[in-house]
């Protein structure tokens, strides 16, 4: 990101794709922000978790054609015959996974596969599937839409780990954010964790937005809460202005009716802010 001049949309503010970096539970990296990863001293011993959410996109030209992926999800299928858990399945296609490149549409009929093999354990395991899919995807503005990634039907309620996994930036669906039928779990209402890197961008994206998108009638942010002071009036060209806080959360609703989005302003803001690759 740093090399390409892209935003910095990584948890830690270091540049980093690595995410949720715990050791027998213990976030490594915590209060840590001048640390990276890549330099840390890694303990001698004990069990270390992390997420890696790359945003290096694989060319559309190189996606697996809709019969590989069927042949994929044939075989895959049958492993619920040879009575296989549903986490050997997916284990089995991460060793090939960097030998494939799938469209968005390809990524979903693999989360509903890994979710047949499941039965009963449906969203986590369609959810596992498409974050372990997500850095294989060429279609990512499709991948992050109400088609798949914002679909309740193949998430459910395992939409929260999702974003907590590969983080709020790279799974927004900018086009069409503040409208009800997107943007799993809370779709048009936000809350972002100021203390995280990648959610104060979130923050800034939806603060130049609504500069844009707001009327003399309409405030696209409503119902504004900062859980460590009320904001004052002003408080939107203040904090873009002079910078966001590091602490506390904020939340509310982005409130905005489909006429007045103005799609080329969203997609400037989501290439200079988020670091979108158009």
């Not at 945003?55 to 996606?63: E, K, L, Y």
Request: net charge negative; proline share 3%; aromatic share 6%.
């Amino acid at each position: 990101q740093a090399a390409q001049k892209l935003p910095d949309i990584s948890q830690r503010g270091n540049f980093e794709p690595v995410r949720n970096v715990r050791h027998e539970g213990y976030d490594l990296l915590r209060g840590q922000a001048e640390l990276r990863f890549a330099t840390l001293a890694l303990p001698a011993s004990g069990r270390l978790l992390l997420d890696y959410a790359s945003r290096t996109r694989p060319p559309t030209s190189a996606a697996a054609s809709e019969e590989l992926v069927s042949a994929l999800c044939a075989t895959m299928c049958s492993c619920d015959r040879a009575r296989l858990q549903w986490r050997e399945a997916l284990q089995a296609l991460r060793i090939i996974l960097d030998r494939l490149v799938f469209t968005a549409a390809g990524c979903r009929e693999v989360a509903e596969s890994i979710r047949d093999i499941a039965g009963r354990e449906t969203f986590l395991a369609s959810a596992e599937a498409l974050v372990v899919c997500f850095a294989r995807c060429c279609e990512r503005s499709v991948l992050v839409s109400r088609d798949v990634l914002h679909d309740v039907r193949l998430v459910g309620r395992e939409s929260v780990g999702i974003r907590d996994r590969l983080g709020c930036c790279q799974v927004l669906d900018w086009r069409r954010f503040g409208q009800e039928d997107t943007n799993l779990p809370r779709h048009a209402a936000f809350e972002v964790d100021l203390a995280q890197n990648d959610e104060r961008q979130l923050a800034r994206f939806m603060l130049g937005l609504a500069r844009k998108e707001r009327t003399e009638e309409r405030d696209c942010l409503a119902g504004c809460k900062w859980t460590e002071d009320a904001l004052p009036t002003g408080w939107q060209d203040v904090w873009l202005s002079q910078g966001l806080p590091v602490v506390g959360s904020l939340s509310g609703t982005y409130d905005v009716g489909e006429e007045a989005m103005q799609s080329a302003v969203r997609k400037d803001l989501a290439e200079k802010v988020l670091g979108v690759l158009i």
